[in-house]
């Protein structure tokens, strides 16, 4: 993208497009604050940009016809989400409609190196089947905390090798367009944000559980990153005094109980005890167990299963009660890779929620799943790189 904003009217309009898709001059004449004339400048300066076209006749307010604006069809985003165990990538048109995506499994532990070339892999396939002739911009979610200006990971507890590495330098020499790097949850959250559930909410949570925990601290609808990109890092706050080892050094910390890793040990240890049928029988079918496995045989009624269920919701509820005392959020949105444990989880974690924070807080609280799903990074990404582009100063 090479055309620049050049005022806050621009952006105003660009994003209200993206937003909202096409509009009548008229519309945007109601809702963006300008005079008629002047509207109708910025309006013919963006269409000389080629950032935004001509899109027919509005339909008739009576007086004179309106003609309906948008967003460059040509425009296309990047959105690239790399999580602990797997990758996914999409390509979206300028309204983050997605046109293209793919996922993989990949072990984030394998390196910066061998995983940006597999991201690039994806995004050529995806470009090679004609989702993209050319890429505008590309935002990138990374499940470690990131120093948010440079786009660099900073001493990711589930990322060796990770630490310093110049992600958004290297992808953006490797793709040829404007990049940028955030934490997971963040990008998620942005997601949920823009075409989730959270679409009118202002101040609101997202917390992630999978092979990490992490929360996306959404406030008057920006993201706090905090002072060095690591606010929301809630997987390291302490559950259980002198507790379990945690990958990060620590003891008893929130990852150490109910990360997918923690739960993978806790369920091999249910089934090699004989504690639980269900596990104990897909153990010895399969020789491991994964987070479908455990899923299973809770739905199967599985007592044990069931009840590994439930603490996990019950510690991540304890946290989470805490940051809703704090934080007095408008909605709790819960998203990640073990949300497909079921409504056993989330019931867990909302009795907790519920029980242990403050009536004034809860009272009108919504603590629901995540509507996007596996979705919700990519898109959160594309929202990432395309309020940074369409913003004045970038």
């Excluded at 920006?222 to 002072?227: L, W, Y």
């Excluded at 959020?329 to 924070?357: C, D, E, F, K």
């Amino acid at each position: 993208m090479t055309a620049r904003v050049a005022n806050s009217h621009q952006s105003t309009l660009l994003l209200r497009l993206r937003d909202r898709g096409s509009q009548s001059r008229a519309v945007l004449g109601e809702v963006i604050d300008l005079s008629r004339s002047k509207l109708a400048v910025e309006i013919d300066r963006l269409l000389e940009t080629g950032l935004v076209v001509q899109d027919g006749v509005a339909a008739s307010r009576g007086g004179r016809p309106s003609h309906n604006i948008r967003l460059s069809p040509d425009l296309r985003f990047l959105g690239i989400d790399i999580g602990a165990t797997s990758v996914d990538v999409a390509i979206t048109n300028a309204e983050l409609e997605i046109l293209g995506h793919l996922a993989e499994p990949l072990d984030v532990r394998e390196g910066p190196v061998a995983v940006c070339e597999r991201v690039l892999a994806m995004v050529a396939e995806l470009r090679a089947a004609g989702h993209a002739e050319h890429l505008d911009g590309a935002g990138v979610g990374v499940p470690g905390p990131v120093r948010f200006p440079e786009g660099i990971p900073v001493a990711p507890p589930i990322m060796p090798g990770w630490d310093g590495y110049p992600l958004r330098e290297v992808l953006g020499q490797e793709l040829g367009c404007p990049v940028l790097v955030d934490n997971d949850v963040n990008v998620m959250a942005l997601g949920e944000q823009h075409a989730g559930v959270a679409r009118s909410v202002g101040d609101f949570l997202f917390v992630k559980i999978g092979t990490g925990i992490g929360c996306g601290i959404v406030a008057d609808g920006r993201v706090h990153r905090g002072v060095t990109g690591s606010a929301g890092d809630i997987g390291h706050i302490q559950v259980e005094p002198n507790g379990h080892l945690c990958i990060c050094g620590n003891q008893g910390c929130l990852e150490a109980y109910f990360g997918g890793n923690a739960l993978i040990r806790d369920a091999r240890a249910l089934a090699a005890d004989a504690r639980s049928p269900e596990l104990a029988a897909r153990l010895a079918s399969t020789g491991a167990l994964t987070l479908a496995d455990v899923a299973a045989a809770a739905a199967a009624g599985d007592s044990a299963a069931l009840e590994l269920i439930r603490q996990g919701g019950h510690r991540t509820g304890q946290v989470i009660a805490s940051l809703v005392s704090f934080f007095n959020p408008a909605m709790v949105v819960i998203g990640g890779g073990l949300t497909g444990l079921g409504h056993t989880l989330l019931a867990s974690i909302r009795t907790q929620v519920y029980r242990q924070s403050p009536p004034l807080a809860t009272g009108n609280l919504p603590i629901v799943l995540s509507e996007l799903g596996s979705t919700a990074g990519v898109i959160g990404a594309t929202r990432l790189i395309s309020d940074h582009l369409f913003s004045v100063a970038h």
